[in-house]
């Protein structure tokens, strides 16, 4: 997924994770255009093939508002 922050930034947002149903934190039907996603301790990663982004490696660390 890539998102877009309040500056305009745009990010990528890859998910790393064990659980296969996101439930009861979210739900991927949530994931879409004009949604806020709320990152628990987001932390920037650079990842291997030079995106910027967040690294999410449990689906408990995101909230969709």
Known sequence: FFFQD???????????HKESDPYPYFS???????KYIC??????HYFLDGQVGF???STWEVRVL
Do not use: A, H, M, T
């Open 6 to 16: 309040i500056e305009g930034c745009i990010y990528s947002l890859i998910f790393y």
């Open 28 to 34: 991927w039907d949530q994931l879409k255009v004009g």
């Open 39 to 44: 990152i628990l301790e987001p932390e920037i």
């Open 55 to 57: 690294r999410i490696n």
